[in-house]
């Protein structure tokens, strides 16, 4: 469990024998435990300007495309991007499908049987002789991947019928059956489909009362290949293509193959996108915003919460003229680092 502001202050105070706070008088703190306070956020700060890449700070996050734009907004808690990371890679299409924790956005055609929620796997869609559908919007003539995987929770052999239309239940797309040999593996459907509208349907459905047909998931994106997007400079990036990307002309528009940090700390994508159908996945490390309440929590994980007391103390006894005591308390916080560093 994280260690809150108050602890971590408390903690501070205790070891250098000064009285310790209560949730009721934090926010009216004075004199030495205001000062605890303080330091505690400035430790905190220190741990991130010391070593931005702590692993235990990295996180990923996703951006979609809009046609037109080339730039965009980083997260508003990135300390340092990973520009290496930038990868490319089509929209996927439908919503909740892979059934984490419910089947919500998925409209259900009654049979005999029933369809539900099952916590199988990461989730999943069981249907007992029932159908659902989801539509999602296509261009037409665009061709588009489409997978799907199904369980049988008895080993019976049935089918799964897969349709992909212009309706519910249509199929002028696609009418295929996945059928389950093996129960305890499942079985995977990879096909690709022509869109024929601008809105398109896909259903899977299982006809029998015989067994449960298990969806593990169904994805659907346009048939575009991912890729990594490649670094330059922005001075690289000014010096090749700038006079191109100004020009009020869509001709220059389409799939990026490169990203690059901006002037005013955004990212740039070139070729300007085509479409609205991608998606950029990259990595970061995040930043954080100071400790205020007496329950706050630092993303900092509890085991290394000695690191930032280590850190305050360092700061009182520089603010008591104690270098010894300083240098011991500096060592600390530097090998708390190191800790970090190796996720120790």
């Known amino acids: 469990m994280s260690t809150t502001y108050l602890e971590l202050s408390n903690r501070t105070l205790r070891e250098l024998n000064e009285v310790e706070m209560t949730s009721s008088n934090f926010s009216s703190s004075r004199g030495i435990q205001t000062t605890i306070k303080d330091f505690i956020n400035k430790s905190i700060h220190d741990i991130y300007n010391e070593s931005v890449e702590i692993p235990l700070l990295h996180t990923s996050t996703t951006q979609n495309t809009f046609t037109g734009d080339s730039e965009y907004a980083f997260p508003t808690d990135m300390r340092r991007v990973d520009f290496e990371s930038f990868f490319l890679k089509p929209n996927e299409l439908i919503t909740n499908g892979e059934f984490t924790s419910n089947i919500n956005s998925w409209t259900t055609i009654a049979g005999s049987g029933s369809a539900a929620y099952n ?6 869609l069981r249907l ?3 159908a659902a559908h989801q539509s999602f919007s ?3 003539n665009q061709t588009y991947n489409l997978q799907v995987r199904v369980l049988d929770s008895n080993g019976t052999g049935a089918a799964l019928k897969v349709q992909v239309g212009t309706a519910a239940e249509g199929t002028q797309n696609l009418n295929t059956t996945l059928t389950v040999t093996d129960f305890n593996a499942g079985a995977i459907l990879d096909v690709q ?3 024929t509208s601008q809105t398109t349907f896909i259903t ?3 006809t029998t009362t015989a067994t449960n047909l298990d969806v593990d998931y169904v994805k659907v994106s346009e048939d575009i290949q991912p890729k990594k997007l490649v670094y330059m400079t922005y001075d690289d990036y000014r010096r090749r293509f700038l006079s191109t990307a100004q020009t009020n002309n869509s001709d220059h528009y ?3 193959d490169f990203v690059f940090r901006t002037q005013d700390d955004k990212f740039g994508l070139y070729p300007i996108p085509d479409s609205d159908k991608y998606t950029v996945n990259y990595e970061y490390w995040k930043t954080h915003s100071d400790l205020s309440a007496s329950t706050d929590t630092p993303d900092i994980p509890a085991r290394f919460h000695d690191v930032v007391v280590a850190r305050a103390k360092y700061y009182v006894y520089s603010l008591r003229s104690d270098p010894q005591f300083t ?5 600390d916080f530097l090998a708390g680092v190191k800790r970090m560093r190796n996720r120790i």
């Not at 916590?119 to 999943?124: A, E, I, K």
């Not at 240098?327 to 060592?331: K, S």
């Open 254 to 256: 389409n799939t990026p």
């Open 327 to 331: 240098q011991f308390a500096n060592q």
């Open 204 to 206: 899977v459905n299982n």
């Open 138 to 140: 296509t261009v037409v």
């Open 193 to 195: 489909f022509t869109a």
């Open 128 to 130: 007992n002789d029932f």
């Open 119 to 124: 916590s199988g796997g990461n989730g999943r």
